[in-house]
C-alpha cells in the first residue's frame, strides 16, 4: 500500500516543457511531488551544464539528486555544499544539473564558472521559503540567465504571485497532491535533518514502543526491524505508521486509516505547509542530548543501589569508618562518587574522532561559531563536543564516535560567516606540543602559530 500516485503531465505541461516555455508547478515542499516534471524533460545538448535549481538553503535538498537523477538525460547532479569543488567540476564539464543556493550561484556566475548561454532550463524551487537577500541575488541571476526555460515550483502560489507573473507569465500550472482543506488526521511531527532521520526513527520508536509500525517513505526503501511491517496490506492494522517525507493527504488518510497513531518527520521549512495538510498537528519530542546525561546519571545510580545491596566489602567500611566523625555520611558518599564520575567523564580519557572542517581563523572564525552549527544543524550538543583546534585554514573538532558520522554531514554545506564548510574525517595522528595544545605530527609551529583549546566542558555536564 504504497499511495505514491501523483497525477500525470496533460497535453498543456507536455507542450510547454518541450517547447521551453514556462511552467508553473504547485505542489507540496517536498521533492518526490515534482518527479512528473523531470521525467518529462528532454537533454537539450551534451557535455555542459543544462539545468539548475535554486533551492531556498543547501541543507534541506539533497534528496533533489534522486528526484532529478531520475532521468538520465539530466546526470551527473550536483549539490553545490562548497563552492571550490563546484567551480571544478563545472569548468570540467562534469555537470549537467546543478542544485544551489541563489547565493551560491551568484558567486559562481561572478566567477565565470557558468556560462549563461548553455544554461537551458532554471527551475526555482519553493520561492516563498527565501530569505530576501536570496530573491534579490535569484532575480540577479535571473537576468544573466536570460534566455533560460523558467520551472517555477511552489507550495502556495499566491504567495509568490508577483514572481510568477514576472518569470511564468500565463504558464501552465501543474497542481500535484495540493489539499484543498486540512485533514483532521491526528498527526504527530518531529523537526529532524535528512541526514538524521533513520537514527531518528530507531529514537521514535524507542518512545512511543508501538507493537508494530509500518515505515513510508516515497523510495519505499524496506527495513529489517522488529515488529516493523513494510508492506501493509488493506486489512493489515498497525499501532504507528511513520512518514519519513511529507505525504500527500491520501497517503496519510490512507495509512492512518490503519494505523492507532501517525508520526512524520519534517524539515523546519516544511512546518508552515503541515498546517495546510492537517489541522492542529501535535509536536513529539524525541530524546536529546540532556535525556542522554538523565539516563547516563540512572545508570549509575542503578549500579551504585546494585553494590548496596549485595553487601560492601569490610575493607572499604573499615576504611570509611573514621571519617563518619567528621563528614556527614551523604559528603562521603558524594566524595567517592565524585571520583567516580571524573573518571567516566575527564575529557582527556574519552575516546573522540577527530573531524577536519575546511574553515580556520584566517576566515574570522571562532570555536563557538563551530558549536553552534553543530547544535542547530546537527542536533549535537556542546556537552558532546571535546577539543575545538582553530587553524590558518581548517579546524579540527573531536566528536563523539557515535555522532562523527551526521557531525560531518551536517556541517558540509552549513555556512558560517559566509563560508560553506565541507568536513571529513582527520586521519591525521596528532602530536602533544610542549604547551599542551595538538599540532599535526611533523608540522612545524610558526610564530603565532599556537594551538588552540576551546569548549573544553568537564563535571556532570560531561556526562
Known amino acids: 500500500m504504497s499511495g505514491n500516485v501523483l497525477p500525470e503531465l496533460d497535453a498543456a505541461h507536455r507542450a510547454a516543457l518541450s517547447a521551453n516555455k514556462p511552467l508553473v508547478c ?9 518527479q512528473p516534471i523531470f521525467e518529462g524533460l528532454q537533454a537539450n545538448q551534451d557535455g555542459a ?50 542544485v544551489t543556493t541563489a547565493q551560491d550561484l551568484a558567486a559562481l556566475i561572478k566567477q565565470s564558472a557558468i556560462n ?23 532575480e540577479e541571476c535571473l537576468a544573466e540567465l536570460s534566455s533560460a526555460q523558467r520551472l517555477v ?4 502560489r499566491s504567495d509568490v504571485a508577483e514572481l510568477v507573473e514576472r518569470y511564468a507569465r500565463r504558464a501552465p500550472v501543474y497542481r500535484s497532491c495540493m489539499p484543498d482543506a486540512p485533514s483532521r488526521t491526528r498527526l504527530r511531527y518531529a523537526i529532524v535533518p535528512v541526514a538524521r532521520r533513520e537514527t531518528a526513527l530507531h529514537a521514535a520508536l524507542d518512545t512511543l514502543n508501538p507493537q508494530t509500525a509500518t515505515v513510508w517513505e516515497p523510495a519505499g526503501t524496506p527495513r529489517s526491524l522488529p515488529g516493523l511491517i513494510n508492506d501493509l496490506g488493506e486489512d493489515q492494522r498497525v499501532d504507528l505508521a511513520v512518514f519519513m517525507d511529507l505525504p500527500s493527504q491520501q497517503t496519510l488518510e490512507s495509512y492512518a486509516a490503519r494505523a492507532d497513531a501517525t508520526l512524520v518527520f519534517i524539515r523546519p521549512t516544511q512546518q508552515p505547509y503541515l498546517q495546510r495538510l492537517v489541522v492542529d498537528p501535535a509536536v513529539l519530542k524525541l530524546p536529546s542530548a540532556a535525556d542522554r546525561v538523565r539516563d547516563r ?10 553494590t548496596l545491596t549485595g553487601g560492601l566489602p569490610i575493607g572499604v567500611l573499615t576504611t570509611l569508618e573514621p571519617l563518619l566523625e567528621e563528614f556527614d555520611p551523604v559528603e562521603i558518599a558524594a566524595a567517592a562518587l565524585t571520583n567516580v564520575w571524573k573518571k567516566r567523564t575527564d575529557p582527556e580519557a574519552a575516546t573522540w574522532t577527530r573531524i577536519r572542517a575546511d574553515i580556520g581563523k584566517r576566515d574570522g572564525v571562532r570555536a563557538g561559531d563551530l558549536v553552534g552549527a553543530l547544535a542547530n544543524a546537527v542536533g549535537i550538543q556542546p556537552a558532546d563536543v571535546g577539543r575545538i583546534d582553530l587553524r590558518e585554514s581548517f579546524t579540527i573538532i573531536e566528536i563523539r564516535p557515535e555522532d562523527a558520522s551526521r557531525a560531518m554531514q551536517g556541517l558540509t554545506g552549513t555556512a558560517i560567516r559566509g563560508k560553506r564548510l565541507t568536513a571529513r574525517l582527520d586521519d591525521v595522528r596528532r602530536a602533544t606540543s610542549p604547551k599542551g595544545g595538538r599540532y599535526p605530527q611533523g608540522h612545524t609551529p610558526q610564530k603565532g602559530d599556537r594551538p588552540i583549546r576551546s569548549r573544553r566542558p568537564s563535571g556532570p555536564d560531561r556526562a
Open 153 to 156: 515550483v511552489t507550495s502556495n
Open 26 to 34: 504547485e505542489c507540496p515542499p517536498a521533492w518526490w511531488f515534482t
Open 297 to 306: 546519571a540512572a545508570v549509575l545510580r542503578a549500579e551504585l543501589r546494585d
Open 49 to 98: 551544464l543544462q539545468l539548475i535549481a535554486i533551492v531556498p538553503q543547501i541543507e534541506d535538498h539533497d534528496d533533489a539528486l534522486r528526484v532529478i537523477g531520475s532521468n538520465q538525460s539530466l546526470t551527473p547532479v550536483h549539490l553545490a555544499s562548497g563552492l571550490a569543488r563546484t567551480n571544478m567540476l563545472l569548468r570540467q564539464d562534469a555537470i549537467t544539473s546543478l
Open 116 to 138: 549563461p548561454q548553455t544554461v537551458s532550463r532554471v527551475v526555482i524551487a519553493w520561492p516563498e521559503l527565501y530569505a530576501a537577500p536570496a530573491i534579490k541575488a535569484m
